[in-house]
C-alpha cells in the first residue's frame, strides 16, 4: 500500500463546477497535510495547508481533513481553466516534522 | 524577494559524467531540502541541509549521489556516474524554520536528462 494515494485522473470538470480532489494516508500518527498545485514542467506550488480535523477554507479553495478515515480532500470552487493543472497531496509522517511524503498527484482538467 | 533558484534548468548527461545541481534558498531561509519527481510519479524526498549541516539525509541513495551546503554559496546535489535511471526532475525546496509552521517553498527544478 502507498504510503499517500490519490487517483491520477484525469479529473474533467465544466468551467464554474466545484472540483473534488481525494487523498487517502497510510500513517495514522500524520500530523500536517499539504496541498500543492503543479502546472507542466512547473515546480510545485503551495494551495493550502490544514493540521486539525474539519475543514479550511481560503477563497476558492476548501480542504476537509478527517484524520479518523485517514482521508483529505480539496475542494475548489467556480472552477477556472486555469486551475488545470496536477494536484499533490502530501503528508508528514508521524517522527518528521519536515519530511513531506507525497502522492503522484490527480490532474485535474477544467473545460471551458 | 525571489523564490528558491535552482540551476540549470535543464541538464544533459552521458552515462558515467557527474551531474552538479545548484539551488539557492529564499532570502532568510537556512534550511534546504531535495526531492526529486520520476515521471508520472510524486516527488520523493531525498536530502534535509541546514547551513554547513546535513540533517537528514534517508532518502539519498548510498552510492553516487552526495549533498552539500556551505556557509557561503547555494546547496549542491552531486551525481557521480549518472546512469540512464537517474533522469528525473530534481526540486529544492526552502524554509525559515524546521516544522509544520514553514511549509515548504519549491524552485523550479532541474530536469537531468542520462544519454
Known amino acids: ?112 | 524577494n525571489a523564490g528558491v533558484m535552482q540551476n540549470p534548468r535543464h541538464l544533459v548527461r552521458r552515462r558515467g559524467q557527474e551531474a552538479r545541481l545548484r539551488c539557492s534558498p529564499m532570502k532568510g531561509h537556512s534550511h534546504v531540502y531535495w526531492y526529486r519527481q520520476l515521471p508520472e510519479e510524486g516527488l520523493k524526498f531525498m536530502v534535509y541541509l541546514q547551513k554547513e549541516n546535513i540533517i537528514d539525509e534517508s532518502g539519498m541513495p548510498k552510492e553516487r549521489f552526495s549533498a552539500e551546503f556551505p556557509k557561503e554559496g547555494p546547496s549542491i546535489l552531486r551525481i557521480q556516474q549518472v546512469v540512464r535511471g537517474d533522469s528525473a526532475a530534481y526540486f529544492c525546496a526552502s524554509s525559515p524554520n524546521r516544522g509544520r509552521d514553514s511549509p515548504l517553498h519549491f524552485g523550479n527544478g532541474t530536469r537531468l536528462t542520462v544519454t
Not at chain 1, 468551467?15 to 500513517?27: F, H, K, R, V
Not at chain 1, 506550488?45 to 493540521?51: A, S
Open chain 1, 1 to 112: 500500500q502507498k504510503e499517500v494515494e490519490q487517483n491520477s485522473g484525469p479529473l474533467s470538470v465544466p468551467e464554474g463546477a466545484i472540483a473534488s480532489l481525494n487523498c487517502t494516508y497510510s500513517d495514522r500518527g500524520s500530523q500536517s497535510f499539504f496541498w500543492y498545485r503543479q502546472y507542466s514542467g512547473k515546480s510545485p506550488e503551495l494551495i493550502m495547508f490544514i493540521y486539525s480535523n474539519g475543514d479550511k477554507e481560503d477563497g476558492r479553495f476548501t480542504a476537509q481533513l478527517n484524520k479518523a478515515s485517514q482521508y483529505v480532500s480539496l475542494l475548489i470552487r467556480d472552477s477556472q481553466p486555469s486551475d488545470s493543472a496536477t494536484y499533490l497531496c502530501a503528508v508528514t509522517p508521524v517522527d518528521s516534522s519536515y519530511k513531506l511524503i507525497f502522492g503522484s498527484g490527480t490532474r485535474l482538467l477544467v473545460r471551458p
